[in-house]
């Protein structure tokens, strides 16, 4: 198996300005160790803010739990919730992508405060936009790190899910990353149905200001073009494959398996066409999608 050579790569998430959850993205590719050599970008100071600073760190108490290496400021049972949920994610992950199972450690930095949390990403990692938690991935390494506060749990399903899909396929386009990560970070009893946005799809289209748009998605490459919108359309597409018909499915999965072996294979959008006929046929569909969920979130509401 090919295994190719990891790049820099940080994501971030975080509630703030126009989004109501997701990452802000920003990523270069040239191998950290590269970019550390130069000191004259801020990305080269954000690679050199990867290195090992065990003082910085959290590191109270080490759980171990499966792949995960979780470190933090404060006393963690081994049997938290929180922690076994995050464990039965690498395998609803693996499932549902149709994704082996790694045993690369990913490591969850767990801070006690946000106080501690902002002037450690403040030292790390300089000009950083605020978020709650964020990923990053080195050519060595898996971490996320996160503030412990009210919405961890959705934080680190999120993240974690970014540390499990990139211990198994280091590139995967942004859209679809997000996607994956949007439709993991709901809790397991929601079986990948984000509430958040399929209201905001649902109104997007009523005020007929959107329609599902996958070349436009697909050619998305810098973080700072996402918007709720994209978030929200990224995680539908997701959705819609997973749980509208296994040809779907398996066009998803086999997509991720071939993209584990190529970074350069064919493109979900052409896949797509093959089955479904048209991009404009796909994009129907994604639409009668976002309305029968809203519809069915009305009976429930009801
Ligand atoms: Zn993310």
């Excluded at 190719?4 to 997701?22: D, H, I, K, P, Q």
């Excluded at 395998?91 to 149709?98: E, P, Y």
């Excluded at 590139?171 to 996607?179: A, I, R």
């Amino acid at each position: 198996m090919m295994h190719c050579s990891r790049f820099l790569r940080v994501l971030l998430v975080g509630a703030c300005l126009s989004l109501a959850s997701g990452c802000l993205r920003a990523w270069q590719a040239t191998p950290w160790k590269t970019a550390a050599l130069s000191s004259s970008t801020s990305l080269a100071t954000a690679a050199a803010g990867l290195l090992p600073a065990p003082g910085d760190l959290p590191g109270r108490t080490e759980v171990i739990a499966g792949q995960l290496v979780i470190h933090a400021d404060f006393p963690l049972a081994e049997q938290h919730r929180l922690i076994r949920e995050l464990e039965a994610l690498r395998t609803d992950v693996s499932q549902d992508l149709g994704l082996p199972i790694s045993d690369e450690p990913v490591h969850l930095y767990l801070f006690d405060s946000a106080d501690r949390y902002d002037a450690f990403v403040a030292r790390r990692f300089p000009g950083f936009p605020a978020r709650r938690a964020f990923f990053v991935e080195t050519d060595t390494m898996l971490s996320v790190y996160a503030a412990w506060q009210d919405r961890i749990a959705e934080d680190l399903r999120h993240e974690t899910t970014h540390g499990y899909v990139h211990a198994v396929v280091p590139t995967v386009p942004l859209w679809h990353d997000e996607g994956i990560a949007e439709y993991f970070e709901r809790p397991r009893s929601d079986k990948g149905i984000h509430r958040e946005h399929v209201a905001h799809l649902a109104g997007r289209l009523l005020e007929g200001t959107w329609q599902p748009n996958l070349d436009a998605l697909e050619s998305l490459a810098d973080p700072g073009e996402m918007s709720q919108d994209h978030y929200a359309e990224a995680w539908c597409w997701v959705h819609w494959m997973l749980h509208t018909t296994p040809e779907r499915r398996e066009i998803l999965q086999d997509y991720l398996a071939d993209l584990r072996r190529d970074g350069k294979t064919a493109p979900l959008p052409l896949r797509l066409v093959r089955t479904e006929g048209s991009m404009t046929a796909c994009s129907a569909a994604v639409k009668a999608h976002v309305e029968a969920l809203s519809h069915s979130d009305e009976t429930v509401a009801n």
